[in-house]
């Protein structure tokens, strides 16, 4: 299972990446993010990689118009949902998928299967 963390107005203290990395690497051994400043967040993850097993998938996503994305967890029926709601398959990431659809205001969350 992924493990990922995400603070806001955390104090600047050297020593925030060594911790996060010697808690949360066991739980992604497949990617792990640099600690991403996004704002006044940090955010991080580790990643295991289960279906998409691809660089696409890798998080923290930031999306084209700026937004970020930081969840815990795989997709399964991502591509069905892409032809549902776009007509064809727009990525190999379930990341990538989920961080488009939830741009629309006809998704509902709970079409999610994972």
């Known amino acids: 299972m992924c493990g990922f963390f995400a603070a806001k107005n955390l104090p600047n203290d050297r020593r925030v ?18 600690i991403v400043n996004y704002g006044d967040w940090i955010i991080y993850h580790a990643r295991l990689a289960i279906l998409a097993d691809n660089s ?15 969840y815990n967890g795989e997709i399964l029926n991502y591509k069905y ?33 994972g």
Request: without cysteine; negative net charge; glycine residues 4%.
């Open 17 to 34: 990446p060594e911790v996060l990395e010697a808690r949360l690497r066991f739980r992604g051994p497949d990617y792990q993010s640099e």
């Open 56 to 70: 696409a998938s890798n998080q923290p996503y930031i999306a084209s118009d700026g937004s970020a994305l930081l």
């Open 81 to 113: 949902l892409q032809y549902k709601y776009f007509g064809e398959i727009i990525s190999d990431s379930d990341t990538a998928t989920l961080s488009a659809l939830i741009s629309l205001s006809n998704f509902d969350l709970d079409e999610l299967e």
